[in-house]
């Protein structure tokens, strides 16, 4: 795959939707090239040793051109990344058309379109029976004029599914044309901004409202506009919509089947929909319920007893199962169904909720999310469980979905400064020591200084809240520390470590209440030397997602070995197995049944590599003749623990325990531009 131009469609934002093929071809890429305004850096992680990584954001079309000619003419392999699928929008034909006048070969991957990624985000359908059958992709005129024949209003004409890229800032436009076009002011409208990025934000409105909607939420780019009848699946529910394609109904033949006369009765769901919870005690209440049964169509669904002559009115067409009538007292049925769902939502007055609470709330990361509505509809309150188990974001959701008013009273959010309960959540961050989180968030949100050190994991965890601008500085009195000694000579009263390391002056902090193994802790936690005496302050340990470990094993190998081996590792070099982000070995032990029940013990992923993959990695640490003769490279796990982890160095280099080889590498996180 030498001297060739790849253009690689890496999706809308999410790493993991990156296709097969172009995550091969960047696995093997001299230079990678990729549109770094658009794209995900993390899909950078992909790269080998050695490969050249450059933004083109800063550069002009003459600049990429010569770089990706030049590498090509020295037999070089050059990824072109652009973001979703290259062929929409990817201005990739005068890039070809400039190739092709050179003589250079090239291959365009396809990518996954923001706008499949949007239907999916929603859970929707464009083409709807009935409804839309055809997919309009396009966009409102701006530095780039658009022809005649396909301006907004005469493509309104259709009164199909609209997919308008690159329209948000011209937003106040769009409307004007679609109604002046025939769209009405009721039809459905969805906005989606960096769908799939981790601050993706959804908008849901009607084309009447979505221009002060998007307005109001300062979204100027990066966002996919959904029009049409069949988006009203995103918020009337899909059962709002026709549903009955001809593909799949008994009555409709093709090649592969027959017709019936008289289909089968369709067996009843096993589905319990229990995530979602959803009660009212008063025929408004229940009302508003099933109009947010309507709009979250996978949640249980709690009603009086005497509402059932009006259900269909309350639900519309919704599925009848998941609809429970109850008699009796709202507080008897939420003391029933409290463990059952991991959110609920209460449409009724506040009052009854605190009294029913009182003696079913227990601890904030055992208890669900539990939202309030009042039965008008206003005000979604996040009244329990607002970080950890997620009641902010639910009152937020619940209060876009209904135009209402969410409201949060969770201090972090409330003083606008660090919800240390949730730092680093979103990257799979574990604090080991989670005791210690009331005395520092006190301080957090008293003003009082605050120290952090870190030495590992993702370093971009600031700002915490989605639409907060990058530029918005940390909170005064939170000060960032470069070692542990100025850390520990502050004065700070309280302290944040991110790292991955057993660090004896504050092992006395780790609870160490996660056991493997035998019911033992593999890993003993340092402490300090007999005779010291030590008060630190109140301290949260957080476990990035930073490590790798490479395995390399003989057949057969038992899954108690690989066990063992690790912990030793671990133990040995005063890692924490918590900071563990994943497995990494050569293709030919995928199916090796003891790796992979440690895997799957464990819930570590395994990355595999090729042997092609293995050999790219030079000047390996200890190399091994026999590794070489037997399996056809020099070592699998060093090799592959830097590939995965993305880093030539490596933190423990192989560890040879039994049948068991091991190599831990620090994965490479700090990519241009996202430095503390």
Same mark, same amino acid.
Not at 52 to 69: A, C, F, Q, T, Y
Not at 255 to 282: V, Y
Not at 355 to 365: D, I, S, T, Y
Not at 541 to 550: D, E
């Given at each position: 795959?030498?001297?060739?131009?790849?253009?690689?469609?890496?999706?809308?934002?999410?790493? /993991?939707?990156?296709?097969?093929?172009?995550?091969?071809?960047? /696995? /093997?890429?001299?230079?990678?090239?990729?549109?770094?305004?658009?794209?995900?850096?993390?899909?950078?992680?992909?790269?080998?040793? =050695?490969?050249?990584?450059?933004?083109?954001?800063?550069?002009?079309?003459?600049?990429?051109?010569?770089?990706?000619?030049?590498?090509?003419?020295?037999?070089?392999?050059?990824?072109?990344?652009?973001?979703?699928? @290259?062929?929409?929008?990817?201005?990739?034909?005068?890039?070809?058309?400039?190739?092709?006048?050179?003589?250079? #070969?090239?291959?365009?991957?396809?990518?996954?379109?923001?706008?499949?990624?949007?239907?999916?985000?929603? =859970?929707?359908?464009?083409?709807v029976p009935e409804v839309a059958q055809t997919v309009i992709l396009t966009r409102t005129g701006g530095r780039t004029p658009m022809p005649p024949r396909e301006e907004l209003k005469k493509l309104a004409a259709h009164q199909t599914t609209l997919a308008l890229f690159l329209s948000a800032s011209h937003i106040r436009k769009v409307v004007e044309e679609l109604k002046e076009g025939g769209y009405s002011s009721e039809t459905p409208v969805a906005v989606l901004y960096r769908v799939t990025w981790p601050d993706e934000q959804v908008i849901l409105t009607t084309l009447d409202q979505?221009?002060?909607?998007?307005?109001?939420?300062?979204?100027?780019?990066?966002?996919?506009?959904?029009?049409?009848?069949?988006?009203?699946?995103?918020?009337? =529910?899909?059962?709002?919509?026709?549903?009955?394609?001809?593909?799949?109904?008994?009555?409709?033949?093709?090649?592969?089947?027959?017709?019936?006369?008289?289909?089968?009765?369709?067996?009843?769901?096993?589905?319990?929909?229990?995530?979602?919870?959803?009660?009212?005690?008063?025929?408004?209440?229940?009302?508003?319920?099933?109009?947010?049964?309507?709009?979250?169509?996978?949640?249980?669904?709690?009603?009086?007893?005497?509402?059932?002559?009006?259900?269909?009115?309350?639900?519309?067409?919704?599925?009848?199962?998941?609809?429970?009538?109850?008699?009796? %007292?709202?507080?008897?049925?939420?003391?029933?169904?409290?463990?059952?769902?991991?959110?609920?939502?209460?449409?009724? @007055?506040?009052?009854?909720?605190?009294?029913?609470?009182?003696?079913?709330?227990?601890?904030?990361? %055992?208890?669900?999310?539990?939202?309030?509505?009042?039965?008008?509809?206003?005000?979604?309150?996040?009244?329990? %469980?607002?970080?950890?188990?997620?009641?902010?974001?639910?009152?937020?959701?619940?209060?876009?979905?209904?135009?209402?008013?969410?409201?949060?009273?969770?201090?972090?959010?409330?003083?606008?400064?660090?919800?240390?309960?949730?730092?680093?959540? /979103?990257?799979?961050?574990?604090?080991?020591?989670?005791?210690?989180?009331?005395?520092?968030?006190? $301080?957090?949100?008293?003003?009082? #200084?605050?120290?952090?050190?870190?030495?590992?994991?993702?370093?971009?965890?600031? #700002?915490?809240?989605?639409?907060?601008?990058?530029?918005?500085?940390?909170?005064?009195?939170?000060?960032?520390?470069?070692?542990?000694?100025?850390?520990?000579?502050?004065?700070?009263?309280?302290?944040?470590?991110?790292?991955?390391?057993?660090?004896?002056?504050?092992?006395?902090?780790?609870?160490?209440?996660?056991?493997?193994?035998?019911?033992?802790?593999?890993?003993?936690?340092?402490?300090?030397?007999i005779g010291e005496t030590r008060r630190i302050a109140p301290t949260l340990i957080y476990r990035p997602k930073s490590l790798v470990a490479g395995v390399g094993c003989t057949r057969g190998v038992a899954m108690e070995e690989i066990e063992e081996a690790l912990f030793a590792a671990l133990k040995q070099n005063q890692l924490a197995f918590e900071s563990l982000r994943n497995l990494a070995t050569i293709d030919l032990k995928k199916g090796e049944p003891g790796l992979a029940a440690f895997s799957e013990k464990y819930g570590l992923p395994l990355e595999t590599f090729t042997r092609?993959?293995?050999?790219?990695?030079?000047?390996?640490?200890?190399?091994?003749?026999?590794?070489?003769?037997?399996?056809?490279?020099?070592?699998?796990?060093?090799?592959?623990?830097?590939?995965?982890?993305?880093?030539?160095?490596?933190?423990?280099?192989?560890?040879?325990?039994?049948?068991?080889?091991?190599?831990? $590498?620090?994965?490479?996180?700090?990519?241009?531009?996202?430095?503390?």
């Amino acid at each position: 795959m030498k001297g060739k131009v790849y253009f690689i469609g890496a999706g809308p934002g999410d790493p /993991e939707l990156l296709t097969l093929k172009g995550k091969r071809v960047l /696995e /093997e890429a001299d230079l990678i090239l990729y549109a770094d305004s658009l794209v995900n850096p993390e899909i950078t992680r992909f790269a080998k040793p =050695g490969a050249v990584l450059e933004g083109s954001s800063s550069l002009h079309l003459d600049e990429i051109m010569n770089r990706m000619i030049e590498a090509v003419r020295k037999g070089q392999t050059v990824a072109r990344v652009h973001s979703g699928d @290259p062929s929409v929008y990817g201005a990739i034909l005068e890039q070809m058309v400039r190739l092709d006048a050179e003589g250079i #070969p090239y291959e365009v991957i396809p990518g996954v379109s923001s706008v499949f990624a949007a239907a999916a985000r929603l =859970g929707m359908e464009l083409t709807v029976p009935e409804v839309a059958q055809t997919v309009i992709l396009t966009r409102t005129g701006g530095r780039t004029p658009m022809p005649p024949r396909e301006e907004l209003k005469k493509l309104a004409a259709h009164q199909t599914t609209l997919a308008l890229f690159l329209s948000a800032s011209h937003i106040r436009k769009v409307v004007e044309e679609l109604k002046e076009g025939g769209y009405s002011s009721e039809t459905p409208v969805a906005v989606l901004y960096r769908v799939t990025w981790p601050d993706e934000q959804v908008i849901l409105t009607t084309l009447d409202q979505v221009a002060e909607e998007v307005l109001q939420s300062h979204i100027t780019r990066h966002a996919i506009v959904l029009i049409g009848p069949a988006v009203g699946q995103a918020f009337k =529910g899909k059962a709002s919509l026709p549903s009955a394609s001809h593909l799949y109904k008994s009555s409709f033949s093709h090649l592969f089947r027959g017709a019936r006369s008289n289909p089968p009765l369709p067996r009843s769901s096993a589905s319990s929909f229990k995530e979602l919870g959803i009660l009212a005690r008063s025929r408004p209440g229940a009302e508003l319920a099933g109009k947010l049964h309507q709009l979250l169509p996978d949640s249980q669904l709690y009603l009086p007893q005497d509402v059932e002559r009006d259900l269909l009115s309350f639900i519309g067409p919704a599925a009848r199962d998941r609809v429970s009538l109850y008699r009796g %007292s709202v507080i008897s049925l939420l003391q029933e169904v409290f463990t059952s769902h991991q959110g609920l939502i209460l449409c009724m @007055p506040l009052g009854i909720v605190v009294r029913a609470l009182g003696k079913m709330a227990k601890e904030k990361r %055992s208890d669900p999310a539990v939202v309030v509505v009042d039965e008008a509809g206003k005000f979604a309150i996040s009244v329990l %469980s607002g970080h950890l188990g997620g009641a902010n974001q639910l009152a937020q959701r619940v209060a876009g979905l209904l135009k209402g008013q969410a409201v949060i009273t969770t201090a972090s959010e409330v003083h606008q400064t660090l919800a240390v309960d949730l730092l680093g959540r /979103e990257w799979g961050w574990q604090i080991v020591n989670p005791d210690q989180i009331t005395a520092v968030s006190a $301080a957090m949100i008293n003003g009082e #200084p605050v120290g952090i050190y870190q030495d590992a994991g993702e370093p971009n965890w600031w #700002p915490p809240q989605r639409g907060q601008p990058t530029e918005w500085p940390l909170p005064k009195n939170l000060h960032v520390y470069s070692d542990l000694e100025a850390l520990r000579k502050s004065g700070c009263k309280a302290f944040l470590l991110i790292t991955h390391r057993l660090l004896a002056e504050f092992s006395d902090l780790e609870t160490g209440d996660w056991r493997l193994g035998a019911g033992k802790d593999p890993v003993p936690r340092l402490k300090p030397q007999i005779g010291e005496t030590r008060r630190i302050a109140p301290t949260l340990i957080y476990r990035p997602k930073s490590l790798v470990a490479g395995v390399g094993c003989t057949r057969g190998v038992a899954m108690e070995e690989i066990e063992e081996a690790l912990f030793a590792a671990l133990k040995q070099n005063q890692l924490a197995f918590e900071s563990l982000r994943n497995l990494a070995t050569i293709d030919l032990k995928k199916g090796e049944p003891g790796l992979a029940a440690f895997s799957e013990k464990y819930g570590l992923p395994l990355e595999t590599f090729t042997r092609d993959q293995l050999k790219t990695v030079e000047n390996l640490p200890h190399p091994s003749e026999t590794t070489l003769k037997y399996v056809g490279v020099p070592g699998v796990c060093e090799p592959a623990a830097m590939l995965s982890a993305r880093n030539n160095k490596l933190l423990v280099e192989k560890y040879k325990y039994g049948r068991v080889t091991l190599a831990i $590498a620090e994965i490479n996180f700090r990519q241009k531009g996202q430095d503390l």
